[in-house]
């Protein structure tokens, strides 16, 4: 199974897929804190990780998969429509052009999925924020001319100006993602696009460890499971939300409660 997931993979098994990700994904907890989550977690920063990840965006770079996802190559594409609408309602906004800050971007992995259809806009441009290890091999392996690395929110606000965040799989994933949203606020983004993100129906925020499948990755780290009221409130200021996106996650138990996945886009309000 190991070797079919990290192979090429057709659309009509990416269903599978979902479904092994679903039944195989496992949260541990819930605990009372991040710190306490991440004692019982191996975290991200191990070599067989960065090595997955670095193999399966090589095959798109050279041709031999047309996407990958989650360190996964697929032979075929299937486009996220939800995040494209939600892309192409930021350029219209911004005369057709497309300034993308992708917070927790990996190498490219969203923007090397859907470029080929963004390509009519007027002008795109795509800023992954990163961890150093994955900034120095996106520098090295895979930026070009539309498409750059940094390591940190300041760096990418201060030299790209983007005028859309997007946040696809990578906000539950931080130990201050509100500390991460209010940067990007306060950096005059005009959208924000989150995506592919846990959360329940509780009013608070819950604190797990979730364990990878191994047929992706043996791995474990600290993930939050959003309420989903809270994480609407803390954009609630500046932001009002356009639209729910459909994710391709679907949902997991976690002992009694129930972890959807889903997205949203947000743009900024006008000034009275």
Not at 51 to 72: I, N, P, Q, W
Not at 144 to 152: C, I, M, N
Not at 195 to 205: F, I, K, L, M, V
Not at 245 to 258: I, M, N, P, Q, R
Request: glycine content about 8%; aromatic content about 10%; overall charge positive.
């Amino acid at each position: 199974m190991k070797s079919f997931l990290r192979g090429l993979t057709p659309p009509i098994v990416l269903d599978a897929y979902r479904a092994l990700m679903s039944r195989s994904v496992r949260y541990e907890g819930p605990y009372a804190s991040w710190q306490e989550a991440g004692r019982h977690a191996g975290g991200y920063d191990q070599a067989q990780i960065f090595e997955a990840v670095r193999s399966a965006a090589l095959k798109v770079k050279k041709g031999e998969a047309a996407f990958e996802r989650d360190s996964v190559a697929f032979a075929k594409m299937r486009l996220p429509f939800p995040l494209l609408a939600a892309l192409l309602r930021a350029a219209a906004r911004n005369g057709g052009a497309l300034n993308v800050l992708d917070f927790g971007g990996s190498l490219g992995s969203t923007y090397f999925r859907c470029r080929d259809f963004l390509a009519p806009v007027a002008s795109l441009r795509w800023s992954v924020v990163e961890q150093p290890k994955l900034v120095e091999c996106g520098r090295r392996e895979f930026a070009g001319e539309s498409l750059q690395f940094h390591a940190s929110l300041a760096e990418c606000l201060a030299q790209e100006k983007p005028n859309v965040a997007l946040l696809s799989s990578s906000l539950p994933y931080v130990e201050d993602p509100y500390g991460v949203l209010g940067q990007i606020s306060a950096g005059g983004v005009a959208d924000i696009i989150v995506d592919r993100t846990s959360y329940h129906d509780g009013a608070e925020d819950l604190i797990f460890v979730q364990q990878v499948p191994p047929q992706v990755y043996e791995a474990s780290y600290p993930c939050r499971v959003f309420g989903s009221a809270k994480l609407a409130g803390a954009l609630d200021a500046n932001y009002r939300m356009v639209a729910a996106l459909d994710s391709e996650e679907g949902s997991v138990k976690a002992g009694a409660t129930l972890i959807r996945y889903g997205g949203w886009a947000w743009s900024r309000r006008q000034s009275r």
